[in-house]
């Protein structure tokens, strides 16, 4: 019994003294960003973007989709995640066209539970989709399966992945956290060994609970390096060798330590807008989404407990911050006022992409038999052909400064 004991005991001091726990200081250089400037009531989309192109993806039995949770695009193809009704990943090609599906609901070889999320690794051409049981499956951008691996972390939950620089960067979220704990797991990804720890849930005001806002905390998924942010904090962070600050926010209505300290004890079945309610009634800020990146702007939404969304322009040249209630999409409309639009979902170096929902399809088809759209928009026929039974539209608007 002491030998076991012993064995046990120095397997356990072994591991934990192996896993790199980075102090993750988030001060130093970088961008500040006041959100408690003026507000405009829009900003033109225009003034970013020079042109839109729908991609109107195809609806068959093999690849519907109800809702689309992810997407990212990668050498001629589009990855489109469904994680809440088709429960899987699918991919298309530029026009729209159903190429395959990553995998199957099950539970054999190549097939997952509860698929979360997926991220790719463009060098080596591999995909990581993460499932329930902090499991990993890998598999080649042909859609065949290579090997499942599980991140060996008791008692916590890792949903959102990202891939970068020979990595496979995983958040966390412990069943019973403490401020000790940390948000950021760095892990090998041939065989989910945990490298590094980072970021102490103490820079999320200690929250660590498993509420999801519908997008994936990390951003800037495909570009060098990846971003990453949580519900509640002040920061967007750099994702690489080392997590540096890359964005610091400021506002005097960022969610406090104390504001969530003093939140009623819950259950795992409340939303996190229930949670939240005693806060309602103040413009808390508590999620930042939307991001988008180029040479000469930053793009993101922000959004408060009272169910107001904003969206900030940042131009890096110099150093102004725009923020307005929503951007207006006048590359689509003659009088865009709805603030449903620019809600970006990805972007790489030529544009950016956001996603027209099924439930969003009627409203657009009767703005266009009012008239109510710009001339010219490519595919308007087949945009009046569709129903609230065929897949999201994809709108891809170019950047003003792409070649």
């Not at 990553?102 to 060098?123: C, M, S, W």
């Not at 972007?347 to 929902?357: C, M, P, R, S, V």
Request: hydrophobic share 35%; charged share 25%; glycine share 6%.
């Amino acid at each position: 019994m002491e030998k076991v004991f012993f064995l046990f005991f120095s397997f356990f001091f072994f591991f934990s003294c192996s896993v790199r726990q980075r102090e993750s200081h988030l001060e130093g250089d970088c961008i500040t960003i006041n959100l408690d400037g003026e507000k405009e009531a829009f900003i033109p989309i225009s003034s970013v973007f020079k042109n839109v192109q729908p991609i109107i993806l195809e609806t068959g039995k093999d690849c519907l989709i109800g809702n689309l949770s992810e997407l990212q695009v990668f050498d001629g193809h589009i990855y489109v995640f469904d994680k809440y009704f088709a429960k899987s990943l699918f991919v298309f090609d530029m026009e729209g066209r159903f190429i395959r599906k990553i995998g199957n609901v099950g539970k054999g070889p190549g097939e997952y539970i509860q698929a979360n999320d997926f991220t790719l690794d463009t060098e080596n051409r591999f995909i990581y989709l993460s499932d329930r049981g902090n499991r990993v499956h890998k598999y080649q951008l042909d859609g065949t399966y290579i090997n499942s691996i599980t991140i060996p972390i008791p008692r916590s939950n890792i949903n959102f992945i990202q891939y970068y620089n020979g990595r496979l960067y995983a958040d966390v979220f412990p069943w019973e956290p403490d401020m000790a704990d940390y948000m950021l797991l760095e892990t090998d990804p041939d065989n989910g060994k945990i490298l590094s720890r980072s970021l102490p849930i103490k820079y999320n005001k200690g929250w660590a609970e498993l509420f999801f806002m519908g997008h994936s905390f990390f951003m800037s998924r495909l570009n060098s390096p990846p971003r990453y942010t949580q519900l509640f904090m002040d920061y967007i962070v750099s994702v690489d060798k080392e997590i540096t600050p890359y964005i610091e926010l400021k506002s005097k209505n960022l969610i406090t330590d104390n504001d969530l300290k003093n939140l009623p004890e819950t259950t795992y079945k409340t939303n996190l807008m229930e949670k939240l309610e005693p806060l309602q009634g103040r413009s808390k800020i508590f999620d930042v989404h939307n991001f988008v990146e180029n040479e000469n702007v930053i793009i993101f939404s922000y959004q408060t407990v009272i169910f107001n969304y904003f969206t900030v322009v940042y131009s890096k040249e110099t150093g102004t911050v725009r923020i307005a209630e929503y951007l207006c999409n006048d590359l689509i409309f003659k009088h865009d006022k709805s603030g449903l639009y620019g809600r970006f979902i990805f972007f790489d170096a030529k544009g950016a992409y956001e996603i027209l929902h099924t439930n969003m399809i009627d409203d657009f088809q009767e703005s266009m038999r009012n008239n109510e759209l710009l001339p010219g928009l490519e595919k308007a026929e087949q945009l009046m052909e569709l129903n609230t039974e065929s897949n999201p539209v994809i709108f891809y608007y170019e950047f003003k400064d792409a070649e």
